[in-house]
């Protein structure tokens, strides 16, 4: 069953401009399904991959027949799996300026250095766009759509009967514990759903670390990744990671660089205008994907039943403005006080497993003080309302209210 998902708007909207689209993201997140999906809609379009080892030689030895094969009797040109070509962009380049009113859209590798050197002829020819396992809002759209348009109606600053609220957690529980992976979205059960995580654990991922870094001892990447998952939404101790893996810490952070090239973890940097008194220069280490984290700890439990609910939470906020493409930084004083995440520099989040009254903690209250942000947002499971610091408002919101774009908008 083909889920929807947001970005397949926005591929479409650009389909009559000139430049090549390029889709990058990790493994599994759907990207060929999406460009097959557009490519069956479209007439006059063609969907190749170049996991097709004589497509692929003959656009690398005789470009002339490809273009009169592939290119010429087409309007819409698919490309799946590009990166696989040699000197891809080069040629994809001598295609773009000789054949005219042609439009080609091409997937890239899961590791996006490797996309980015296939087409790196292409620069002001290019438009690129990520996709990564579903979001919560996709998700949710997919599950219950008749309560996800009642929440759409309702807005993301209204309270939501108990009742409501208790069928959007079991959701946000599910979604939390499993991941957006779309295979995993579509499972039938909770086993299956582990299986296919396990599976995008040591097939893909595991397998991608090892073949782009000539690594035999995948095990060397996996204590890695463990390690990382116990040290999440903390600051990064490189010195903990050099102890913890038997790695030195030259080749720790070069298997972290990987691991965000290849959409894993994502190190979030700090916001500071104090080099005295802020944190400036340690990141926060987050996973994409929160059921590939649960995967890695094998840990699947409820979540009323695990010490780690607040980060899960947290990671979950912080992974959905990843996938708005929202800049996200952290705030932290060198005395200990902080701030979750500061977007685009202008909003301040805080995300709580639970509140038991409209508070906000000392460190929120003198963050806004200082620096004034536009809104701050306190994610929570219970409570929905407003209240006014100095300036600024500060709205205290559902976790499942992030599928709301313009909260952060304002």
Known sequence: MYISRDLEGLIRRYL??????ALVGPR????TTLLKRIHNELKDSIF??????DIRALFERDMKAFIDIYIKPYRFIFIDEFHYASEGGQALKFIYDTVSDKKIIVSGS???ELTIKAVKFMVGRLLVFTLYPLSFREFFRFKAPELYDYCLNVGWKERIDSAVL???KALLEEFVLYGGYPRVVSAEDAEEKKLILKNIMNIFLLRDVKDIMGISEDYRVFNLLKALSLQAGSLVSYNELTVTTEQSAATVKKYINLLEKTYVVKLI????QNKRTEIVKNPRVYFLDTGLRNAIVGDFRGLDSRADRGFLFENFILSELLKKERSVKFWRTKSGAEVDFVVDDRVAVEVKSALGGYKTGKAMYNFIEKYHPRRAFIFNDSLSGTRQIDSTPV?????????FDEMFEA
Do not use: M
């Open 269 to 272: 940097r700090p916001f500071f």
């Open 166 to 168: 208790k069928s959007i």
């Open 110 to 112: 899961s590791v996006l």
């Open 16 to 21: 009559k401009a000139p430049e090549v689209i």
């Open 48 to 53: 190749i991959t170049f996991e097709d080892v």
């Open 395 to 403: 709205y205290f919101v559902y976790h499942s209210s992030v599928i």
């Open 28 to 31: 599994q997140a759907g990207k």
